[in-house]
């Protein structure tokens, strides 16, 4: 067999076994090796059993004296007893329908025993406890992800039939890589990941894997043209922008101000500019945009500003012809929905020249669109764009100087591992006058009173969304609120006469268009959705965020959702709604009412959810990373950084190492490398 067999044809797996194991995404050899355990149980230092600490995870070290047989209990269930003892004490330990695991218990045999000691003074006991012998080699015991109908003994057994399998697994690093970082090879770390003897074992083996994954993501965002240095010849030596800045009637933030000055430097160097600008909601991206685009046109250079949705780019097109009145700068607007003849005319003069500025959705990457002289291109509220189409959107011109922009703040040690080597600039300061957004968390008890507040609102002139995770009440567990339900038992009743209008992502997107237009001009005072509420979408009369069954999202998107609100003169509120008994997520709830910095905000995520509330491996197209963690690696996500440079410095890397490029082409299933 070989890494891409089937799991179904491993010894011991099947058919049955095999569907059980898909759960887990475990579908050939290579998949279930890289199944790394959760977490280990550590057997190498058993307290006593008279110091183990009350109904708490412990292990102890005991000799097995009476094993007792099963007696049926009140529910149909067998109870099995066993009586073992070491030096300071006697536990007894219960287990219930388990005789097979009970016949493995030897009568003066020493085990270690690992599970929550309770009882009381007089008998101490140890419920269903997992154990192995005393003299067992391997002190680790590794806990794996699990699956209704699988164990954790069950992987480490295919899991070690999968090695017994493959002769050896081939190292795709380059030797001097693996020399240079004192690394072990791949086949011993996959090895001891999940049979080391020690916890040096395991620890060299998750450096290992760890920097892997690093490594690749990293090399992978560069063979796609993300974070490599190119020579561009939209060189811009000198910008005088300052009769731009003089027409808006406002002043720039200094963070704006510092910002647009990184730009301007990073256009004069004649290689292609590679920056992501980030910022929170409200801190004048666009702004910042429109300046670089007036001075690519300053120069004879024309600026594509691509996004995710029609009604963004509008939106976005509003703004650039308001800010441009009185300047010689021809924009243009190119969506899905631009008439055939329009379209034409649009795309004739763009490759003609006479357009300096377009703006546009994913219909901008058309083979059909072509620039006379393309300088600069924009991706804005970038998480919602595959890596492909931003890619795709840079070569449309020659090496173009490419701007990303996110309004999801996202923590540094995140940013350079998904943008790699591009440069970072952050906004991070809000306009003058901007309100805060009141947070407040609150149980569905108080709904009523909720709605007291709402209609209030409403009355004053103002609008509202309510955000709902789910769109059917078929579609997921009962106690998640679905926005149809929702809309039909609890805003109608409630509020009679107050305009409403659901949306959610199965809507078709002209009628999602319609309803969000709608709401924009004031047409709708309420609107129940889903998270496909637009990022982005500017409504200033829109005071008040309702978030249902808010333990549900991360705190990124928890603070994206608030960011909807607060974009006028006007005092705005986020009410968070949760039921949630859990400690943890009452919590981070919490949190979010404590601050409305969205780099603490993000932080937060990354420490106590990972990366994932960031973006979703769908949105933004790389391998997910299974055991690297962006908070806690740190000096091997630098390690590999430097690797991946030098590498990359190698001439015709590519066809000396055959394997590592074969190895980045699984991982970046589908995209052209």
């Not at 922009?405 to 809000?430: C, H, K």
Request: glycine share 6%; charged share 25%.
């Amino acid at each position: 067999m070989d890494l891409n067999s089937e799991i179904r044809f491993l010894k011991g797996v099947g058919e049955k076994r095999a569907q059980q194991l898909n759960r887990l995404g475990v579908y050939c050899l290579r998949d279930l090796l890289y199944l790394f355990p959760r977490r280990y149980i550590d057997y190498s230092s058993p307290c006593e059993i008279s110091l183990a600490p009350y109904d708490e995870p412990c292990v102890v070290k005991a000799t097995v004296l009476k094993v007792s047989g099963g007696v049926r209990i009140k529910g149909g269930r067998t109870l099995f007893k066993v009586m073992c003892a070491d030096d300071s004490a006697r536990l007894e330990l219960v287990f219930f329908n388990s005789e097979y695991t009970v016949k493995k218990l030897q009568v003066g045999c020493d085990y270690l025993f690992y599970g929550r000691v309770g009882g009381n003074m007089l008998t101490r006991e140890m419920a269903s406890p997992i154990f192995i012998p005393a003299d067992e080699a391997s002190t680790q015991q590794p806990v794996y992800p699990l699956t209704q109908g699988i164990s954790s003994a069950m992987i480490s057994k295919f899991v070690a039939a999968a090695f017994d399998s493959i002769d050896c697994i081939e190292e795709f690093l380059p030797r001097e890589i693996i020399e240079n970082y004192d690394l072990p090879d791949l086949d011993l770390a996959l090895r001891n990941i999940h049979f080391g003897r020690d916890k040096r074992d395991i620890s060299r083996a998750k450096e290992r894997l760890i920097f892997d994954e690093f490594f690749m993501l990293q090399l992978g965002m560069a063979v796609m043209g993300e974070n490599t240095e190119k020579h561009t010849d939209a060189v811009i030596e000198s910008a005088d922008i300052s009769p731009f800045i003089s027409s808006l009637g406002f002043t720039p933030t200094d963070a704006q101000n510092r910002v647009i000055d990184d730009i301007l430097q990073g256009f004069k160097i004649g290689t292609a500019q590679n920056r992501l600008v980030q910022g929170d909601v409200g801190c004048g991206k666009t702004l910042v945009a429109a300046a670089a685009c007036f001075a690519m046109a300053q120069n004879g250079w024309q600026s594509c500003v691509m996004v995710p949705t029609e009604i963004l780019a509008n939106q976005h097109y509003k703004s650039f012809c308001d800010f441009f009145r009185g300047f010689d700068i021809n924009i243009a607007l190119l969506t899905s929905s631009t008439k055939a003849k329009e379209r034409r005319e649009i795309l004739q003069q763009l490759k003609n020249g006479e357009t300096d500025i377009i703006i546009g959705t994913h219909s901008l990457i058309n083979s059909e669109v072509e620039f006379a002289k393309m300088g600069l291109c924009i991706t804005d509220e970038q998480h919602r764009f595959g890596v492909r189409q931003r890619t795709l959107a840079g070569l449309k011109g020659t090496n173009p100087h490419i701007i990303v922009m996110s309004a999801t703040p996202i923590p540094r040690t995140l940013a350079l591992i998904i943008y790699g080597n591009m440069e970072i600039s952050v906004i991070d300061q809000m306009p003058k006058g901007r309100k805060p957004v009141e947070t407040y968390f609150v149980g569905t008890d108080k709904r009523a009173r909720m709605f007291g507040f709402i209609d209030k609102h409403i009355k004053m002139g103002r609008q509202a969304y309510i955000v709902l995770p789910a769109v059917d009440p078929s579609e997921n567990i009962t106690e998640l609120q679905s926005v149809k339900q929702y809309y039909d038992e609890v805003v109608r009743p409630l509020l009679p006469d107050v305009r409403a209008e659901i949306l959610h992502g199965k809507m078709k997107a002209k009628e999602k268009d319609d309803i969000m237009a709608r709401f924009k001009k004031g047409e709708i005072d309420l609107l129940c959705s889903t998270t496909v509420i637009e990022v982005g979408v500017d409504v200033p009369n829109a005071v008040l965020m309702i978030i249902e069954n808010a333990e549900r999202y991360g705190l990124s998107a928890l603070h994206q959702l608030r960011g909807r609100v607060g974009r006028g003169s006007h005092q705005s509120y986020c009410i968070l709604v949760s039921d949630h008994k859990s400690e943890a997520v009452r919590q981070r709830l919490k949190f979010m009412c404590s601050t409305q910095d969205g780099f603490k905000v993000s932080q937060y995520d990354l420490d106590h959810r990972g990366p994932g509330d960031f973006f979703g491996k769908r949105q933004h197209g790389l391998p997910d990373l299974d055991i690297a963690s962006m908070s806690e690696d740190i000096a091997t996500l630098e390690k590999s950084q430097t690797a991946c440079r030098q590498l990359l410095s190698t001439e015709n890397w590519q066809q000396k190492y055959p394997l590592l490029m074969e190895r980045l082409k699984l991982l970046f299933e589908g995209f052209v490398l």
